[in-house]
């Protein structure tokens, strides 16, 4: 069984990579998937920087499949996440990705999926 990680007692964020610990090829591999990806811009484009807790986003999938999109978005360095009392709430992490990665969330923020 493996162990929930603690959250930082004075901010309620679970552990996520340092800002200068952002790896292109870590961030581009959790948003190759499409329904992070599509987490990602719905969290962009309509919760305007405002913490949402991962039932914000729907999800048809089992509760276990949600939890680990959530994780791979918080350890890739997309996504922080902050415990507040059993929720985890979630925001973009902008300000790291953009001077990170300059323009990567604008793309992100302008892609539509194909038809098809």
């Given amino acids: 069984m493996q162990e929930s990680p603690v959250a930082d007692a004075e901010t ?3 552990p996520e990579p340092a800002r200068a610990e952002l ?3 870590k961030v581009l591999a959790a948003l190759s998937d499409p329904l992070r990806l599509d987490i990602v811009r719905a969290y962009l484009r309509d919760a305007g920087g405002v913490e949402r807790p991962c039932g914000w986003f729907k999800i048809d999938r ?3 499949t949600g939890t680990h999109h959530w994780k791979v978005l918080r350890e890739s360095g997309i996504m922080r996440q902050r415990m507040v009392g059993v929720e985890k709430r ?3 992490r902008e300000d790291d ?3 990170r990665f300059p323009g990567l969330l604008d793309l992100v923020r302008a892609w539509e999926p194909a038809d098809g």
């Fill in 62 to 64: 089992p509760k276990s």
């Fill in 23 to 25: 790896r292109l090829e």
């Fill in 12 to 14: 309620g964020r679970l």
């Fill in 90 to 92: 979630n925001t973009v």
């Fill in 97 to 99: 990705l953009e001077a």
